[in-house]
């Protein structure tokens, strides 16, 4: 429920905070006090689009502030959750509207997105009005109160599954339709494409690979001095090595009577020949690496030119070749076995779409039956509001063409006000008052089924009074059994019936400082009991409150207390 509401520069008010209670709170007040501002200002906070207009003159930027206390499995955690915003216990959202128009939001004091606000608003609480309220306007949520009502919510998740798991099925089908008529179109391009590239068989890599040989290639002649003129160092005269070798063998007869003065002099000179002797055979390695081969580099310059010319065949980077080759192959083959996949894929589509309309069959049934249940309700609310010569009914239309995530059914709210006439859209038909009535009928019997926790009413008893006003205070007490329920009203039968009374006042408030500005400020005031039946008596008579309406209103009071 909504446990407190700030707010700070919106229009009139300069700061106000407030607390609510669980049950019913009727906030009334002369027209023009400000209940408006109030409303507005919450519904900046549930995400609707902000306004510079709101901020109050003077003011650099607006701040309302709302509360919420909600059950651990409430929906709203898990949108938060999804979002990746922390949230535990109390719920706050804080939005701030800037006097030059941007605005900001935050969720538990973590910076949120307007949108995500909005989400929340949905189903945090819901403002309802005799000429905005989007469940009855849009036939589109008509569907969505009936499975609210009919507890349908789990079977409607199982029907979107399948639905998408159908819808799955069928587009692997229609791709691999489409793609064997062109295949089958291509038939004589796609054989000869792919033995050219079998012919080829381009490899992952060869490109690179090719050019670095192709590049040593092209430099051997350079590699092959340099490798001579090493060659001649290491080899002298070609006495070079074997005076090396004498000499070592002479010295090492001697070592023993040396005593060990040509151990390091013996060490170093036959660690020189086994290095000559490795240098020799990396220089013959060398050599026959950069071995300068006129028919192998003709190879190679026509292996690239065969890759090349085949990528520009296929508009592709050479890379790119081993997987065209690959796909073209599988082409080719789906074609040679294509019908048998088809069929496959078609016998999978035509059991998804056999299970899906069984379950979608099963939920029209149940979603029937319940729109059935929830018609005779709404008709048992009517009378008492003064509707009881209407008619409500849910008009549900089946069929394979309407079938969708939702179901195969299209479900609009039809009424009609007179006897006799016939049934048409309940937008089209109801006028504004008789709208909020419906709409409270319907509210009644939804009770917590498919509402937000809050439920807040705006001036819906407007043009009604008398036994219709009093039906309505029942009504909208019996709502707050379940909800928390805010009513903006005017009427006295429905003031009394509320647990908390609040008063909305405009008054003109001076400046402190040396010049001194009137200005019009909103204040709201708890009711007590004397206070209370002088604004309910306020109510009965008008701006001169008299005995007999203050004796009224505290009959009013007795008989609903």
């Not at 009936?146 to 819808?167: C, I, M, N, P």
């Not at 050479?318 to 294509?338: E, F, H, K, S, W």
């Amino acid at each position: 429920m909504l446990s407190a509401l700030s707010i700070r520069d919106i229009v009139l008010i300069e700061r106000l905070d407030l607390s609510f209670e669980d049950g019913m709170t009727v906030l009334t007040g002369e027209t023009g006090a400000g209940k408006s501002i109030l409303l507005d200002a919450l519904g900046l906070a549930l995400g609707s689009r902000g306004d510079a207009a709101l901020v109050r003159s003077g003011a650099e930027r607006g701040v309302v502030t709302a509360a919420f206390e909600l059950k651990p499995d409430h929906r709203a955690f898990a949108i938060l959750a999804e979002a990746g915003v922390e949230s535990e216990g109390e719920l706050v959202v804080r939005r701030v509207q800037s006097a030059d128009g941007r605005s900001r939001a935050a969720v538990n004091d973590q910076p949120a997105s307007v949108s995500l606000l909005r989400r929340l608003g949905g189903c945090l609480a819901e403002i309802h009005g005799q000429h905005d309220d989007r469940a009855l306007m849009d036939p589109a949520m008509h569907r969505d109160l009936v499975d609210a009502f009919g507890e349908l919510d789990d079977v409607r998740g199982e029907v979107a599954a399948l639905w998408q798991t159908w819808k799955a099925h069928e587009s692997a089908l229609q791709e691999h339709a489409d793609r064997l008529e062109r295949a089958e179109e291509e038939r004589a391009w796609l054989e000869h494409a792919v033995q050219e590239l079998e012919a080829v068989a381009p490899q992952e890599g060869e490109e690179e690979q090719l050019t670095a040989r192709r590049q040593l290639m092209m430099n051997a002649e350079r590699f092959a001095e340099a490798l001579d003129d090493v060659d001649k160092a290491l080899a002298g005269d070609g006495t070079q090595e074997a005076s090396l070798n004498a000499g070592l063998r002479k010295l090492e007869r001697r070592q023993a009577d040396a005593s060990g003065q040509l151990d390091g002099l013996i060490g170093a000179l036959d660690r020189l020949v086994v290095e000559m002797n490795t240098a020799k055979g990396a220089l013959e390695e060398a050599r026959a690496t950069f071995d300068f081969d006129a028919r192998e580099q003709a190879d190679i310059e026509e292996r690239l030119f065969a890759l090349r010319d085949l990528a520009r065949k296929h508009r592709c980077q050479i890379a790119q070749l081993p997987g065209v080759a690959d796909r073209l192959t599988q082409d080719l083959a789906n074609l040679q076995d294509g019908q048998g996949h088809l069929d496959e894929l078609r016998a999978k589509s035509d059991a998804a779409r056999k299970e899906y309309f069984a379950k979608a069959e099963a939920l029209s049934a149940a979603r029937r039956a319940a729109a059935g249940e929830l018609d005779a309700k709404v008709m048992a609310e009517l009378g008492p509001l003064k509707l009881e010569k209407a008619r409500f009914l849910s008009d549900v239309e089946s069929g394979d063409s309407i079938a969708g995530p939702h179901g195969i059914d299209r479900l609009e709210f039809k009424v009609a006000t007179n006897p006799g006439a016939e049934a048409g859209p309940i937008v089209k038909v109801a006028s504004g008052g008789e709208l909020s009535r419906f709409m409270l009928a319907l509210k009644v019997v939804l009770a917590a089924r498919g509402s937000a926790p809050t439920l807040i009413f705006d001036e819906i008893d407007t043009g009604i009074g008398g036994a219709t006003a009093d039906a309505m205070g029942q009504r909208l007490a019996r709502l707050s059994d379940t909800l928390q329920v805010l009513s903006v009203t005017h009427s006295p039968q429905v003031a009394v019936r509320a647990a908390t009374h609040m008063l909305i006042t405009k008054m003109e408030e001076v400046s402190e400082g040396e010049t001194a500005d009137a200005r019009l400020v909103t204040r709201v005031t708890q009711l007590q009991a004397d206070s209370r039946r002088e604004e309910v008596a306020r109510m009965l008579s008008g701006a001169s409150v008299t005995d007999e309406a203050r004796a009224q209103a505290d009959r009013l009071m007795r008989d609903t207390g």
